[in-house]
């Protein structure tokens, strides 16, 4: 006779990321009671934030939002928390129109505007002689995200989404006869999802570029208000957002889902249950082995991830005055080349890794978190070659290696955050002396806090064979198994993520969820959401209920404490 649940819900998401909590949130407004359970005390996967404190100054850092796309009024951002009862809720920023992205090459200059005719204008003015391969390839990138989005409506013809789409880059390049200059600067968009042309479904590139070219914008308040307002809305229709809640395994038998096993022991029971946990991990640990497809499990055993993100986070006693961009060093044209040496693991020489440089205090200057009055809080981050060997260690954290000891691993840790700040002085002028604080997060941070394979913030490659169909669908051969997230179909990003979220509670509940959203309708009422208490803050929101009021029962009990006389 099988155990008894301790706990019954309607659903269970695993794993509190973007994918996960837009899901539940979804879910929870359609009349399902949702548990959403989450291993860190912050919920909200790359879509948090962290804070530091230091002489009585406080800073705050995004983990992974640095600016997202099509955030005007009727833009995906906007209609998924419209429909959700909180787009009054969420405002964003935008960035520079005219130049969100500054790419700085050894000799040429650019600056990405938000829009494709201006975006070629200034291509075709700065690589003359590619006049017509540059027209040609934009025309085509174009066209596949057009035809991308109206794939949704039945019955309308793709033409060139069906010959170009699931192709790599590098033919569409080669077919157009870019020269090297211009394959590097129109490819400066790889570094949003980790891969060189030739190993890049061309799906993904014209989507990236198409979602910029609808605008660049920041939330306001930070990263964290996203999965904050998620929270409340799954909140405020009876659901659960449960952190510091790891989850040993995840029950199936014959092949049908059935609940979760905590790590304390707690079985929660459901008839749905939703991975947003790794999906490797996924499959080849929190489900019995025995319960996928021979396929599954071969897929998972020769999928290719991709590399994972260096990040330095910097505050400077100045303000860094300039343009609300983000700005792209680039030591080189070189594409693939580089890609290949980042994947082979070794061989990279620190100087030919490009940097990323994101200005937080002039996409929010009014969040009052970020750091004191006239100073600059800024990110500068590239892309770490693969593999635990590049960092001095033999195994990951999530499977128990140690790292943040290692001198090999800290050598290598200083070395990079030296070139990466010296990058960033290209772009933003001296500032070395002004620093009153700088830590480095690698793919081992990564890992250590989502788990996720190889430390990777973006998933799987989206290379032609492992893009669209052949990418991992959010419905399982498990019944009642669902999964969203970076690995699956809808794609990496807060956008993917999310709009994976939406279409996996819409093949759930049988319906075009998305298009329902696009076209302006509530599935939650905004009244439906209880008002933000007067001292509301996302990052305290984001540690669930539970946690919440331990938290301020802990202020509470201090403060008492302090203000008792002492005996």
């Avoid at 035809?147 to 790599?168: H, K, L, Y």
């Avoid at 929270?231 to 952190?243: D, L, N, P, W, Y």
């Avoid at 400077?316 to 609300?324: A, F, I, M, R, T």
């Amino acid at each position: 006779m099988d155990e008894p649940w301790d706990e019954q819900w309607d659903v269970v998401v695993v794993g509190s990321g973007p994918g996960g909590l837009t899901a539940g949130a979804c879910l929870a407004a359609a009349g399902r009671k949702v548990l959403v359970v989450e291993r860190h005390d912050l919920a909200g996967g790359n879509a948090q934030v962290f804070r530091r404190h230091h002489q009585g100054a406080e800073y705050e850092f995004d983990v992974g939002i640095h600016y997202i796309g099509d955030c005007a009024p009727g833009g995906l951002f906007p209609s998924i928390f419209g429909a959700l009862g909180v787009g009054d809720r969420v405002e964003f920023r935008p960035l520079d129109p005219d130049g969100f992205d500054t790419l700085r090459f050894p000799d040429v200059e650019v600056r990405v505007p938000a829009d494709w005719d201006e975006y070629g204008r200034r291509l075709t003015d700065t690589f003359p002689d590619d006049q017509a391969g540059l027209e040609r390839c934009l025309r085509t990138l174009r066209d596949v995200a057009e035809e991308s989005r109206n794939r949704m409506i039945p019955g309308v013809e793709t033409p060139t989404f069906d010959r170009w789409a699931f192709r790599p880059l590098s033919e569409l390049f080669a077919e157009c006869e870019l020269s090297a200059p211009a394959q590097a600067v129109l490819d400066h968009w790889s570094g949003l999802y980790g891969g060189g042309p030739s190993q890049t479904a061309i799906a993904m590139h014209a989507s990236i570029i198409d979602h910029y070219m609808r605008g660049a914008y920041y939330p306001e308040g930070g990263g964290q208000i996203l999965p904050a307002r998620l929270i409340q809305v799954i909140e405020a229709h009876g659901g659960e957002v449960r952190t510091l809640t790891p989850v040993r395994e995840i029950v199936v038998h014959d092949r049908v889902a059935e609940g979760v096993v905590l790590d304390d022991g707690t079985r929660v029971g459901a008839s749905l249950v939703i991975s947003n946990a790794d999906y490797a991990r996924t499959v080849q640990g929190l489900v019995d082995r025995s319960q996928w497809d021979p396929a599954t499990l071969d897929w998972v055993e020769h999928a290719t991830m991709t590399v994972g993100l260096v990040c330095v986070y910097v505050v400077v006693d100045l303000e860094l005055d300039g343009p609300n961009t983000n700005y792209f060093v680039f030591s080189n044209y070189e594409t693939d080349g580089l890609y290949d040496r980042l994947y082979a693991g070794d061989g990279m020489a620190d100087d030919e890794l490009f940097a990323y440089i994101a200005m937080a205090s002039r996409k929010d200057p009014d969040n009052a978190h970020l750091c004191p009055p006239g100073h600059t809080n800024f990110q500068v981050m590239t892309l770490a070659p693969a593999g635990y060997e590049y960092w001095g260690v033999d195994a990951g954290p999530a499977d128990g290696g140690s790292y943040r000891r290692s001198e090999a691993y800290r050598a290598r840790k200083e070395a990079l955050t030296e070139h990466l700040l010296t990058a960033a002085e290209q772009v933003l002028g001296p500032f070395r002396d002004h620093i009153v604080h700088v830590e480095t997060a690698t793919p081992l941070s990564q890992e250590r806090y989502t788990h996720s394979t190889g430390g990777t913030s973006y998933g799987y490659v989206h290379s032609p064979d492992q893009s669209g169909e052949r990418r991992p669908q959010h419905r399982t051969e498990i019944d009642g198994l669902w999964v969203v997230g970076a690995n699956t179909a809808s794609g990496h990003g807060i956008a993917g993520t999310m709009v994976g979220g939406v279409n996996c509670a819409g093949e759930i509940l049988d319906r075009p969820l998305l298009i329902e959203m696009i076209l302006g309708q509530a599935l939650a009422e905004p009244d439906a959401i209880p008002p933000d208490p007067p001292d509301f803050d996302p990052m305290e929101w984001s540690r669930g209920a539970r946690l919440r009021e331990r938290r301020a029962a802990g202020r509470a009990a201090r403060a008492d404490a302090a203000a008792s006389p002492s005996p």
